[in-house]
């Protein structure tokens, strides 16, 4: 009979313990390679060689090509991934710290700290982010904290606003009561069972937000408002790259396509994650 | 003697959109130690919601207007002042309705249950806490403690689950405990066994009980004494006998004649 069970196919191939390592491992691969990018024999990025302008992907020295002012795309792409991994990360973070915080808040005690949460979260998601981020940072100079704050703003309605619900839903749930009949204290109901019985959706969550906040970095700096040169980030050459287009591809897609493979591991990695961390779906 | 429990004129109202809906009104009972009072009722009678006003876990717009409510003595709950803090856990144990949901699906049962404990006896050394934790469940009738403790609920049966839940009200050893439907989702052998352990709990420890159920036979096979709702009034309150023999509402007479006879 095992062997029945065994050939069963598996619910998604996004699961247990070996897909965590199989997406996590170019992550890490990508972090060390960042981390490390000044130890690594790369011609500095932001170094021009006009002679050496919009070379294609595999000329001699410049492995991935080179943009219009014959900069080393392979350089500036590993120095990017610098900027935009601990924008993503950081951006995610606090977003994710602060959402969540309120919206259990929200959900647990409801009455007025619900009344004013929701009102901050209606007010949140009516306001245009980029009109906000303009105002934002044109007010407060730009600079790496302002535009972290301007992203965790950006994104920590969508946690506050699905952990409230989540929370209003589980706070009814028998366990909670049988908790609160017992004597536990909120706080700790909080903290021990309704946020680790929604670790699954923060995880999932901040996975999809990682990837939106790493797009509104991109955005913002294609407003000007983000990362300029001499700083590099995958969207601020993604931005650079989009007027040659047409006769240099790879000066938009390369970046481009780095976002996109990055983005898709961590929202992987999120789904194998939230599959291991959850006893229930757990194989023995 | 001081009443185990004693509830005065209590009624309890609903805040809606189109103003205050009254769910309980004017209910009086009382409970002495060593009794099963039984509260029996159709779906929305009220008696959920006396039972966990008791404990003060009403919905934050549920509110009781007025009358008391008052454990060992000590008053809890009178127009503008509550206490309920001193008497979760510590006198008044809650076992909930529902198998799937009344433990937490992430926490392993025996976690569970300490957390409670220390709640209440902050000192106890992790040892004793552990040992405390295990007896329970093992007065709980299970034959192997340890294991049920390491357990996630779902790897527990719906009756294994119930007589943790039984065990996570009970490891504080409170004077009163309140079974809210707590058998109804389970089927008629494991719900004997549950009413079986139920009743030996309460012989033992000298302990008060309220049982609520919509099922008369089973208020009959437990309680000494049963209270009839009906549309958040008590219609009916007497000894069990008083009540199954020779009912003086027609509400009860009717409750009694929908039991199927075999």
């Known amino acids: 009979m095992t062997a029945v069970v065994d050939s069963m196919p598996r619910a998604g191939f996004v699961r247990g313990r070996g897909a965590v390592i199989g997406f996590g491992a170019p992550l890490v691969l990508l972090l060390i390679v960042a981390i490390l990018a000044p130890l690594l024999p790369l011609p500095d990025p932001n170094l021009q060689d006009l002679g050496a302008s919009l070379l294609a992907p595999g000329s001699p020295g410049h492995a991935l090509g080179t943009d219009q002012l014959g900069r080393d795309i392979l350089s500036r792409l590993v120095y990017g991934a610098r900027l935009s991994l601990l924008i993503g990360a950081i951006g995610m973070l606090l977003g994710a710290i602060i959402g969540t915080v309120l919206g259990l808040l929200a959900g647990y005690y409801r009455g007025i700290v619900d009344i004013i949460v929701s009102w901050l979260i209606d007010a949140q998601l009516a306001i245009p982010f980029v009109l906000l981020a303009i105002a934002l940072i044109t007010s407060n100079g730009r600079s790496l904290i302002v535009l972290l704050l301007v992203l965790a703003l950006f994104s920590w309605a969508q946690y506050a606003r699905v952990i409230r619900g989540e929370t209003l839903a589980l706070r009814s749930r028998p366990f909670v009561l049988a908790l609160r009949a017992g004597g536990v204290p909120g706080y700790r109901i909080l903290l021990r069972h309704l946020l680790p019985n929604q670790a699954g959706t923060v995880l999932v969550l901040a996975t999809l937000q990682m990837g939106a906040v790493m797009l509104a970095e991109s955005a913002l700096s294609f407003l000007g408002l983000g990362v300029v040169s001499p700083d590099i980030s995958w969207g601020a050459m993604l931005s650079e790259g989009k007027d040659q287009l047409v006769y240099a591809w790879w000066i938009a897609a390369l970046p481009g396509l780095a976002i996109l493979i990055t983005v898709l591991l961590v929202n992987l990695l999120g789904d194998a994650l939230r599959s291991v961390l959850d006893p229930r779906k757990r194989r023995y | ?262």
């Open chain 2, 1 to 262: 003697m001081t009443a185990l429990l004693d509830i005065q004129g209590l009624t309890i109202t609903a805040a809606t959109s189109r103003g205050a809906v009254p769910l309980v009104r004017d209910v009086s009972m009382s409970l002495d130690p060593g009794e099963v009072l039984g509260i029996v009722g159709e779906s929305g009678s009220g008696k959920t919601t006396t039972v966990r006003s008791i404990v003060g876990l009403l919905d934050p717009n549920v509110s009781v207007t007025s009358g008391s409510i008052s454990v060992l003595g000590r008053t809890v709950s009178e127009p503008g002042r509550e206490d309920y803090e001193s008497i979760r856990g510590r006198h008044v144990g809650v076992i909930f309705q529902g198998t799937g949901s009344s433990l937490d699906p992430l926490m392993r049962v025996g976690k569970q249950i300490i957390e409670v404990l220390r709640r209440h006896r902050r000192q106890i050394p992790p040892a004793q806490a552990k040992q405390t934790m295990l007896e329970t469940i093992g007065a709980m009738g299970f034959a192997d403690p340890e294991r049920v403790a390491r357990s996630y609920p779902h790897e527990l049966s719906g009756g294994m689950r119930q007589r943790v839940s039984i065990a996570l009200a009970m490891v504080t050893r409170p004077e009163l405990l309140i079974a809210d439907e707590c058998t109804s989702a389970l089927d008629v052998t494991t719900q004997k066994s549950v009413i079986a352990l139920l009743s030996s709990l309460v012989s033992e420890n000298d302990m008060g009980m309220i049982f609520v159920t919509h099922d008369l036979m089973l208020a009959q096979e437990l309680c000494d004494r049963i209270c009839v709702m009906r549309r958040g009034q008590v219609v009916e309150l007497g000894t069990t006998e008083q009540v199954m023999e020779s009912p003086r509402e027609d509400y009860t007479k009717a409750l009694l004649e929908a039991i199927p006879s075999w």
